[in-house]
């Protein structure tokens, strides 16, 4: 079955510590994604890639670090230097080459930083 | 500034019943526009999108949205909801020419028996 998937589904970690949140689709699509969500704001754009090698700041990018080595992968490295990083973070992706602007996305991985 | 807008945050609505939830946004252009679902705990699903064409679309689940321009609207639909629908919904926004989605703040729904 095509689609995204992200590991592990709950990750604890001390404050301080780096951690890195993995994403995976097998969808081919060119395009991948980080949201931040935490209750009553939506998502947040954290960082996106639109190819292999390259990536953009989204609008809550300090703090956090990706990179796009494969087209199939998007990992994302939340720093110590996110202040408030306990969130609920989704990964997505979408094939904009072909017109299709909507975005698929993966379960999500909720991070708990004490 | 560009933006979407849900004035609902929560909504409860009995099982059978019709549902509406709003959703406005402020772009120049007519953007591309999403509704997605999230079940607790879990990633988004995609109900519909509407790109051009006929305002009234069909999506997953027995859902529909009309797009109104005049009204800078896109409002979700259902006619009879199921328990199963209790969820929270967002409405995205990418504006034309852009594939980047902005998302309202959500709003939850509740299913009462």
């Known amino acids: 079955d095509g689609g995204i998937t992200q590991s592990p589904k709950y990750l604890f970690r001390k404050e301080g510590q780096n951690v890195t949140l993995s994403c995976e689709q097998n969808?081919?699509?060119?395009?991948m994604y980080w949201y931040r969500q935490d209750p009553g704001q939506g998502l947040r754009l954290i960082y996106y890639?639109?190819?292999?090698?390259?990536?953009q700041k989204g609008d809550i990018a300090e703090g956090y670090s990706v990179s796009r080595e494969k087209k199939e992968s998007f990992p994302l490295t939340v720093t110590s230097a996110q202040k408030n990083p306990t969130a609920f973070y989704l990964c997505?992706?979408?094939?904009?080459?072909?017109?299709?602007?909507?975005?698929?996305f993966g379960p999500g991985t909720r991070l708990t930083v004490t | 500034a560009q933006s979407v807008t849900q004035p609902d945050i929560h909504i409860t609505v009995s099982e059978g019943a019709s549902l509406e939830l709003r959703c406005n946004y402020s772009?120049?252009?007519?953007?591309?526009l999403f509704w997605y679902v999230q079940s607790p705990g879990q990633g988004l699903q995609l109900l519909l999108k509407y790109f051009s064409g006929d305002t009234l679309v069909q999506g997953i689940k027995g859902f529909e949205a009309e797009f109104k321009r005049s009204q800078s609207s896109f409002n979700l639909r259902k006619p009879s909801v199921h328990w199963s629908d209790a969820a929270e919904y967002f409405c995205?926004?990418?504006?034309?020419?852009?594939?980047?989605?902005?998302f309202g703040a959500g709003t939850t729904v509740t299913v009462r028996a």
């Open positions: 969808l081919n699509h060119d395009a």
């Open positions: 997505a992706s979408s094939d904009p080459g072909q017109g299709r602007v909507e975005q698929y």
């Open positions: 772009y120049g252009a007519t953007p591309y």
């Open positions: 890639s639109q190819i292999v090698n390259d990536f």
């Open positions: 995205a926004v990418a504006p034309g020419g852009d594939y980047k989605l902005s």
